[in-house]
């Protein structure tokens, strides 16, 4: 295979940041996340890469739910903010006030829209899980369009 050309066209995938929330309380954290889609209208299903082997993906086994906060144009800071881990604290995370709602997950307040999910199944195969969640509630504060990758400049894949 030639290389180059998988990474180039894989790369050419487009792809939104979102923030994954998992765990609950001072037993949560925040994760930038991209690999993120639908999978199913009935019921209601979307599919997420975690990389195994964090504590991101560890709580979200632990916790068994998930929280997605979609991210707006924009808001790159906040995408660029969970690259990292970051520690719970006086209802923020950083300088980032969340919420919780159905599974107890943390959803960002700045966040236009967020979903929620209970975890239905982890295929673990490669360094990402293919995680699949059933959204089991969700909100939308502002219609905007979806933060991308390409808008801030960055890939992640290939």
């Known amino acids: ?20 929330g998992v765990g609950s309380g001072e037993r949560s954290t925040l994760s930038t996340v991209n690999w993120l889609t639908q999978a199913s209208f009935q019921p209601p299903l979307v599919v997420v890469g975690v990389k195994q082997g964090t504590h991101t993906y560890d709580l979200l086994k632990e916790h068994g739910a998930f929280a997605v906060s ?10 660029f903010a969970f690259f990292r881990h970051v520690e719970p604290r006086d209802g923020k995370f950083g300088e980032y006030e969340y919420e919780t709602a159905v599974t107890g997950a943390p959803i960002l ?37 979806a933060l991308t990758m390409e808008e801030c400049g960055v890939t992640y894949g290939g």
Not at 70 to 79: F, H, N
């Open 1 to 20: 295979m030639d290389e180059q050309a998988k990474k180039t066209a894989l790369r050419m995938i487009p792809y939104g940041l979102y923030v994954l």
């Open 70 to 79: 979609v991210l707006g144009t924009g808001q790159k800071d906040i995408a």
């Open 109 to 145: 307040k700045a966040a236009p829209a967020w979903f929620e999910c209970r975890l239905t199944d982890a295929i673990e195969r490669g360094d990402h899980a293919i995680v699949v969640g059933e959204v089991v509630e969700a909100g939308v504060r502002q219609q905007t369009k």
